[in-house]
């Protein structure tokens, strides 16, 4: 009996190259872009929650601007704004916006640098892959949102306090202002003069008066003139008026001296009166 010898070809094994290791931060950017894509869906689908969202930011930025801007005058605010107040402060102040937008347009390029130097030098991503763990990836979560926030508190804050030290130092825009029913205060006054305004709201104008916060009605104001700021350098509020002696000119005080006429000259002039010196009082 014979058995018939069984060969078999052998094929050499091709070495299969080991794949880069992932690194956790790509997982998180995956993550991260997943969250965008849904996010943006959904604003697709309901495109009035974007309106929503800005009324509440513009409306708590008002809120902490004016609550802030008059702590720094003592005055509690609240009792005098209404609902519209919050948008009204947040829009007259446009910077606030601009820098809030600023700073979170500089976080989104750093962030976009940051994972285009992962993706390209290799040593960069092993340094920071530690800190890309899934366990962190919530609280990275959390720190993306509250950072429009705390930008957003940051600014209102730093403004507030810029304005309330410019009116304090008399350095804003000073107005005059007409009333057409006269304000009792140490006397009935019909017109402010070299004041500034702190705030307005849709009921009243809040302006700065000699230290002191008036609290003004608009169905109370006739009139609101700007001064130009030549008109309130050459009187300051905090001078006191001034003496000052102007003394004649010496020169024609000199050439108006005569001597005394002889008793034989007639074509002699009478000597001139003494001028007294002129006191003026200068603001």
Not at 46 to 73: E, K, V
């Amino acid at each position: 009996m014979t058995t018939a010898n069984k060969t078999t070809d052998t094929v050499p094994e091709i070495p299969i190259p080991a794949a880069p290791p992932i690194f956790h931060a790509e997982l998180y950017d995956a993550q991260v872009n997943s969250m965008l894509r849904r996010f943006g869906r959904f604003l697709l689908r309901h495109p009035s929650i974007m309106l929503t969202f800005g009324y509440l930011l513009c409306s708590m930025l008002g809120m902490l601007f004016a609550i802030r801007l008059f702590a720094q005058f003592d005055f509690a605010i609240l009792p005098y704004l209404e609902l519209s107040d919050y948008m009204l402060a947040a829009l007259s102040h446009p910077w606030i916006l601009l820098n809030v937008a600023g700073w979170l347009l500089f976080s989104w390029v750093l962030l976009g640098i940051d994972r285009y130097a992962r993706r390209r030098i290799r040593w960069y991503a092993q340094c920071l892959d530690n800190y890309y763990k899934p366990a962190l990836f919530h609280y990275y979560n959390f720190m993306f949102i509250s950072i429009p926030l705390l930008f957003l508190y940051t600014e209102a804050i730093d403004e507030s306090l810029l304005l309330a030290s410019k009116i304090k130092a008399y350095q804003a825009p000073m107005f005059q202002v007409s009333l057409i029913y006269p304000v009792q205060d140490t006397a009935k006054t019909l017109q402010l003069n070299q004041v500034q305004v702190i705030a307005r709201t849709s009921s009243y104008l809040f302006l700065y008066f000699r230290g002191q916060i008036k609290v003004i009605p608009h169905a109370n104001v006739a009139a609101l003139l700007p001064l130009s700021p030549v008109a309130t350098a050459v009187h300051p509020l905090n001078s006191s008026p001034r003496m000052e002696v102007l003394q004649p000119n010496t020169e024609r005080a000199t050439a108006d001296k005569t001597t005394l006429p002889s008793s034989g000259d007639a074509s002699v002039a009478p000597p001139a009166k003494t001028i007294p010196p002129a006191i003026s009082a200068v603001e």
